[in-house]
């Protein structure tokens, strides 16, 4: 959960909001959600202990091509798009160095607002750092496990110490807290939160990861639960922590707009040395994150693949290393384009085409608690159905005010589901043509 969105959409937030008071409840809202959506899947979870999360809830309970279209979707919006996003939030941290690769500088662009493609210093080192890692992988899982296992020790070490010293001596100023920043939104406020919630959503993503894993879970009643709602806490905790460093650290005016907002921060905490150290460090931290997308990513388009949901060549094994390197060069190739797209771009893209699931596997609740021998958490059924009612409303609300204030994006993720059924449909009828041949024959 601790990923790209808390080091990059704060500054974004101070810009679209402009009030302290609703930044910080914007933050808390998210932990709230997100929350409620861990306890309803560790309901869903319990009764399907089969891993794959939304694949199998969907599946259950609207049929397969649902089932297959989360799967389809979770390639491009899962892995691929917040790749593309890890990798150049590392070029914006970078940046605090060598400035070409700032998100700013632009050395060509076509279109305007969110929905542009633009290439600059920042594309061209997010793709170097895509195919660094791309390359890591390609040669055997082993290594790209131990890069992983020293970038996240070393991420959560950075975070602790920021959060520490930044609070203990840092330069800060706590007058900071009731500055509020001139709006660049002209959109209502009412209509704006919504809007700006998709960055939040998509900073806390991974709330639900728990249940991929339900069946290797021992005693999944118990632990289950724990896990989502004592994870999902935590990290609000977190979040909320980092966030009262950031705007102790620079009030919201200084905060609009910035994405490498960890470097804002340090340097004005401890100076521009110290904020160096700190910015490099970050920098690595997003590494990690880049690597486990790249790791992980394919070998779920692998798997996909080889039960017929995806692309026939995604199946393929290299000899020699035994790694899915059609699926890593898939995966690495859509991400190195999506990085030709803006920062708030991908984040609206992934946070409106995972809500959507979401709130779809919240609402089976509502027909799976109909079945006979169904388990009812405690916690779910606690003032039922508040909680999942609460759940649909939110998202619902982030799905229509997305579809009215940024249609050409959210039409993008509805194509992109869309084409997700029409694949399937094609692979029912390919398949159904060749055992009527075989039968033939």
Known sequence: MVGTGIFTTPGYLARDLGDP???????????????????CYSELGVNFPSSGGEY????????????????????????????????????????????????????????SGMFSLQVGGAQILACSALGVVTIANLFGVQRAVALQTVLTGLKLGVIATFVVLGLAVGAGNWSNFSLPAIRESSVPLSSQFAISLFYVYVSYSGWNAATYVAEE????????????????????????????????????????GVVAIGSLASARLFGSQVGGLFSALIAIALLAMLNALMTVGPRVAYAMARNGAFFRAAAKVDPQWRTPAPAI?????????????????????????????????????????????????????????????LFIVVGTWMTIFGLTLEPRIAIAACLLIGAGAVFYRRQLKGAASWQSSSTAN
């Open 217 to 256: 879970l021992r005693d999944p009643v118990k632990n289950l639960p724990l896990a989502l709602a004592i994870g999902t806490g935590l990290v609000t905790v977190l979040f909320l922590s980092l966030n009262l460093v950031f705007v102790y650290a620079a009030p919201l005016g200084a905060m609009k």
């Open 56 to 111: 199998v809830f969907l599946t259950q309970a609207y049929g397969p091509v649902w089932g297959f279209m989360t799967g389809w979707t979770s390639f491009a919006a899962g892995f691929a798009a917040p790749a593309a996003a890890t990798a150049l939030a590392f070029a914006d941290y970078c940046g605090y160095f060598f400035p070409v690769f700032q998100q700013s500088n632009v050395f060509v662009q076509l279109g």
């Open 329 to 389: 060069l898939m995966q690495a190739t859509v991400a190195m384009v999506m990085t030709l797209t803006s920062l708030p771009s991908l984040f609206f893209f992934i946070g409106f085409t995972l809500n959507f699931f979401s709130v779809l596997s919240v609402a089976s609740l509502f027909l799976f608690r109909r079945r006979p021998g169904w388990k009812r958490l405690r916690p779910v059924s606690w003032l039922w159905p508040l909680q999942p009612v």
């Open 21 to 39: 008071k609703l930044y910080f409840a914007i933050w808390l809202l998210g932990g709230f959600v997100a929350l409620i959506g861990a306890l």
